[in-house]
């Protein structure tokens, strides 16, 4: 569960940080109060994109987006095409064409792998049906790509997106620029892609890390109760053969060692399975969900998973092992 849950949460994170370098951009704006990886309103004018951002040295391209939240991890963004693809370069088709009509949707492989659509389908979305004109090859910010002015007037923010992308002629001069612009956008949160996909991690997302540290604490009292069971379990059917023990000399360490061994056991047992259903879960994840979910193999973590694995076995074998140690040998072989 650790493995899996752990796994998942780099896996988008690391999904959504490549489909940020896969836009091209030197540099990405995001309104005041908007969070660095949270989805937030479209608050920011897109006048501002001619009227500000072209008008700075070095930038060559300026081009607002709007991504509205569908449930979930799940987005649809609303791009204005000719100059989306200005700044990141054509996307490459599978199926279809570019938009258009106003309705239009244009989604990535998989979109279409894990829902089972192609071009000529509908899909619903915000209360309306979109027709797919075109799949393409992932990578680039989104899924599910709209026009532009579309989603704007579903949503009631004309002239609003919700970040702005930059192309600068030198990418040597993205520090300089951010500089001078955060002089006039001071509310603004104004990043370099780099500094922007390292921001990507647990730490930075609200919640994730104290939801992981949740799933590792049930992790450790399901552990203890699943092990405590088993060796309660044990030591009653072994009663006799504890006594027997006793009677031929075995000290209340010798039984106490022996019962440990075999939690510890268990425990490496539980981790090595746990790898082996991680692989399963990834593969499962990113075969059958992947446009809403993905996951990756986290190797850092097998450790960590080791530890809480017998730190939980060995809690729970604590008290049938004292116990066990504590057993009278006449009684114990008297036990039927």
């Given at each position: 569960?650790?493995?899996?849950?752990?796994?998942?949460?780099?896996?988008?994170?690391?999904?959504?940080?490549?489909?940020?370098?896969?836009?091209?951009?030197?540099?990405?704006?995001?309104?005041?109060?908007?969070?660095?990886?949270?989805?937030?309103?479209?608050?920011?004018?897109?006048?501002?994109?001619?009227?500000?951002?072209?008008?700075?040295?070095?930038?060559?391209?300026?081009?607002?987006?709007?991504?509205?939240?569908?449930?979930?991890?799940?987005?649809?963004?609303?791009?204005?095409?000719?100059?989306?693809?200005?700044?990141?370069?054509?996307?490459?088709?599978?199926?279809?064409?570019?938009?258009?009509?106003?309705?239009?949707?244009?989604?990535?492989?998989?979109?279409?792998?894990?829902n089972h659509k192609h071009v000529g389908d509908t899909v619903k979305a915000l209360g309306m049906d979109w027709r797919i004109c075109g799949v393409v090859e992932p990578g680039k910010l989104a899924r599910m790509y709209v026009p532009l002015e579309t989603l704007q007037d579903k949503m009631n923010t004309p002239g609003k997106?919700?970040?702005?992308?930059?192309?600068?002629?030198?990418?040597?001069?993205?520090?300089?620029?951010?500089?001078?612009?955060?002089?006039?956008?001071?509310?603004?949160?104004?990043?370099?892609?780099?500094?922007?996909?390292?921001?990507?991690?647990?730490?930075?997302?609200?919640?994730?890390?104290?939801?992981?540290?949740?799933?590792?604490?049930?992790?450790?009292?399901?552990?203890?109760?699943?092990?405590?069971?088993?060796?309660?379990?044990?030591?009653?059917?072994?009663?006799?053969?504890?006594?027997?023990?006793?009677?031929?000399?075995?000290?209340?360490?010798?039984?106490?060692?022996?019962?440990?061994?075999?939690?510890?056991?268990?425990?490496?047992?539980?981790?090595?399975?746990?790898?082996?259903?991680?692989?399963?879960?990834?593969?499962?994840?990113?075969?059958?969900?992947?446009?809403?979910?993905?996951?990756?193999?986290?190797?850092?973590?097998?450790?960590?998973?080791?530890?809480?694995?017998?730190?939980?076995?060995?809690?729970?074998?604590?008290?049938?092992?004292?116990?066990?140690?504590?057993?009278?040998?006449?009684?114990?072989?008297?036990?039927?």
């Open positions: 569960m650790i493995l899996a849950v752990v796994g998942l949460s780099h896996g988008i994170l690391k999904d959504s940080a490549d489909r940020a370098k896969g836009v091209g951009a030197d540099i990405w704006v995001k309104p005041p109060g908007a969070s660095l990886i949270g989805l937030s309103g479209a608050s920011m004018s897109e006048k501002l994109m001619d009227n500000y951002f072209l008008q700075q040295p070095h930038v060559v391209k300026a081009v607002g987006t709007y991504t509205v939240p569908l449930g979930g991890v799940s987005t649809i963004t609303g791009i204005n095409y000719a100059k989306f693809t200005a700044l990141s370069g054509s996307f490459k088709f599978i199926e279809g064409r570019p938009f258009r009509s106003r309705t239009d949707v244009i989604v990535d492989r998989w979109y279409m792998e894990t997106v919700s970040q702005a992308l930059l192309k600068l002629d030198n990418p040597a001069n993205t520090q300089a620029v951010i500089t001078s612009m955060k002089r006039d956008l001071q509310d603004y949160s104004i990043y370099s892609i780099e500094e922007l996909v390292s921001q990507f991690s647990i730490e930075n997302v609200a919640g994730l890390k104290a939801f992981i540290y949740v799933i590792i604490g049930l992790s450790i009292v399901i552990g203890f109760l699943v092990v405590s069971l088993t060796m309660y379990t044990t030591v009653l059917e072994r009663t006799r053969e504890i006594g027997i023990l006793k009677a031929l000399g075995a000290s209340p360490a010798d039984i106490m060692g022996l019962l440990v061994r075999e939690t510890l056991l268990l425990a490496i047992a539980g981790w090595l399975t746990g790898i082996v259903l991680s692989f399963v879960a990834n593969w499962a994840i990113n075969h059958f969900v992947r446009a809403n979910l993905q996951s990756v193999i986290v190797p850092d973590w097998w450790p960590i998973a080791a530890v809480i694995a017998v730190t939980a076995s060995l809690l729970g074998a604590l008290y049938p092992g004292m116990r066990a140690a504590r057993q009278d040998a006449i009684e114990a072989l008297a036990y039927e």
